[in-house]
């Protein structure tokens, strides 16, 4: 059973930084994609950014420049370094791994980015 984990949320002054952290459980072999996504409120949610098994990356247009995925394969844990951020960057982010045609969902966590 996988399971995903986030962490790292909460409240920052735009411009400020955060670092998101997703937690994987479970074996994990060969090809799959991890990604971050996020929901505002009223609105769909969105990918923000994935990074494949192989370590390639794409980005939403609004983050791009700003914001960095990465992973640990030896912790199983992907990273999300969101840096510059304005109002528009809240939402709840929530952790996806795609692997073997199955898509797996974290608990989501907030950033809020206020003065």
């Known amino acids: 059973q996988v399971q995903l984990v986030e962490s790292g949320g909460g409240l920052v002054q735009p411009g400020g930084s955060l670092r998101l952290s997703c937690a994987t459980s479970g074996s994990i072999f060969g090809l799959h994609v991890m990604g971050w996504y996020r929901q505002a409120p009223g609105k769909q949610r969105e990918l923000v950014a994935r990074?494949?098994?192989?370590?390639?990356?794409n980005y939403a247009d609004s983050v791009k420049g700003r914001f960095s995925i990465s992973r640990d394969s030896a912790k199983n844990t992907v990273y999300l370094q969101m840096n510059s951020l304005n109002p528009e960057d809240t939402a709840v982010y929530y952790c996806n791994l795609n692997y073997r045609g199955i898509g797996y969902w974290g608990q989501g966590t907030q950033v809020t980015v206020s003065s």
């Open positions: 990074i494949t098994s192989g370590g390639n990356t």
